[in-house]
């Protein structure tokens, strides 16, 4: 396996588009498969452990995002072991194609999902709507979706604009209904922004027993990059995988927010938007006393100056407590 795992830990950063998929052609077919499946999808299979994380991921967010340009199941490769299924499309896409529907066909006629002790199925958005769908194919498996679609059938989510091109394709046949797939998973959970009305109304759409949703206020659009500035995507994946991720292992893990700079100005906008001077000094306050933060520090004078003039009324400053004599 330490083989495996030294093939992977490579970065793909410098490479075009078409010499980082013959390098991601060639590490899977030296430790696992690859399959191309139509003219802009493919799966690579790398074989490392007895369990199995299934991602689906579109090729431009991974050279984009990632700063090594590797599929997130080569991280798990590295740090734990897991061996990886990825299915990547060049764009986003929401994998209904029958070319795809008899890749995954093949694989529960040959048992390939049985060879696995555990296997977790994981996406975001487009790409959450597939996990949760192609899930069934693996009977017992764990779910892990972020902000994922339920469907873009025009007749259940005519409220959705966002994707217009989605709505030519066919969810009502196999694999169609996300939420219905999740029937046969061990564990499914959904993570969303409930400030992000479409993805929280698609996320109700998955409420049903077995499916766990998790609320990530102001994790934004982006809801993965927020989650791995935070350091906490790869630890939700091991929590999925081990059944030990529920609202409250995800609520002390989601702690880390409190130190990450983007959730606090996202915090911070919300307020001032909503017109909540009083909340918006104790918060600055607050982040100004335990760091170094400029962006916060402008804000708190802008704010001390309105207290000022009595455009509202400051939050008191807290008296500093005695300590108790001995």
Request: glycine share 6%.
């Amino acid at each position: 396996m330490q083989d495996v795992q030294k093939s992977v830990d490579v970065s793909y950063s410098d490479l075009g588009p078409e010499d980082w998929k013959r390098a991601i052609e060639d590490l899977a077919e030296e430790h696992g498969a690859f399959q191309p499946l139509g003219d802009k999808c493919f799966s690579a299979f790398v074989e490392a452990g007895k369990t199995l994380l299934v991602t689906f991921e579109t090729m431009e967010t991974v050279r984009t995002t990632s700063a090594k340009a590797r599929p997130l199941g080569h991280e798990m490769i590295i740090s734990a072991g897991w061996s990886h299924l990825a299915i990547l499309s060049e764009s986003t896409s929401w994998f209904r194609d029958p070319i795809i529907f008899g890749y995954f066909d093949r694989l529960i006629d040959d048992g390939f999902f049985e060879d696995f002790d555990s296997v977790l199925f994981y996406g975001v958005g487009a790409c959450g709507y597939a996990a949760a769908a192609y899930s069934v194919a693996a009977p017992g498996a764990k779910v892990l979706a972020l902000q994922p679609h339920a469907t873009m059938d025009p007749r259940l989510t005519e409220w959705d604009p966002r994707f217009p091109a989605a709505r030519r394709l066919n969810f009502s046949d196999r694999f169609g209904y996300a939420p219905d797939m999740l029937d046969a998973a061990e564990q499914a959970f959904v993570l969303y922004d409930p400030f992000e009305d479409l993805d929280a109304m698609h996320a109700a759409l998955f409420e049903r027993p077995g499916v766990t949703r998790l609320r990530v206020p102001h994790g934004g659009e982006t809801l993965e990059a927020a989650l791995q500035e935070m350091e906490l995507l790869l630890p939700l994946l091991e929590h999925a995988e081990s059944g030990t991720l529920d609202i409250l292992s995800f609520a002390r893990l989601f702690r880390a927010r409190r130190q990450n700079t983007t959730y606090l100005r996202r915090l911070l906008f919300r307020l001032e938007t909503q017109g909540r001077p009083y909340l918006s000094f104790a918060m600055c306050r607050q982040v100004v006393k335990e760091r170094d933060a400029p962006f916060f520090r402008r804000r708190l004078r802008r704010l001390k100056a309105a207290a000022m003039r009595g455009d509202f009324r400051a939050p008191p400053t807290r008296a500093k407590t005695q300590d108790a004599p001995a």
